[in-house]
């Protein structure tokens, strides 16, 4: 009689031990089902320069930031990115309101991987 008692105590605790584990995944298969909501894109970044024509758009990739771009364009070591149609314009370069589409010079600026070019020689500037 004791070994019955022992085994009825075994098999409802196994019983609820499964109903649990049961519960569990459930919930947990649940939440992997769950729609997530998509991150909203990032908004784009514009740049300008006296020595570059045009305003300069580019969308932040991931791990950017509009003051990590700035800073890249702003050293004149850096190299190999290729914001601003790949220009090779390093300092001076200024962050501004994307809400305008042209600039002063007149430039469009829409474009973020190309498009843009460095503004030409100044009258009077020395060329070779």
């Given at each position: 009689m004791k070994s019955d008692v022992i085994s009825a105590k075994r098999l409802l605790a196994a019983g609820l031990g499964g109903a649990v584990a049961?519960?569990?995944?459930?919930?947990a298969l649940l939440v992997a089902a769950?729609?997530?909501r998509a991150a909203d894109p990032p908004k784009p970044c514009?740049?300008?320069?006296d020595r570059y024509e045009g305003m300069c758009t580019?969308?932040?990739g991931e791990g950017e930031t509009c003051q990590s771009i700035l800073a890249y364009l702003n050293n004149p070591m850096s190299?190999?990115?290729t914001y601003?149609?790949?220009t090779t314009v390093r300092g001076g370069w200024t962050?501004?309101?994307c809400d305008k589409t042209t600039s002063a010079k007149g430039g469009t600026g829409i474009s973020a991987a190309g498009g843009q070019k460095e503004a030409p020689a100044r009258a009077g500037a020395a060329t070779r």
């Open positions: 049961v519960a569990v995944v459930a919930g769950a729609p997530t514009c740049f300008t320069n580019v969308v932040p190299t190999g990115k601003c149609g790949s962050l501004v309101s």
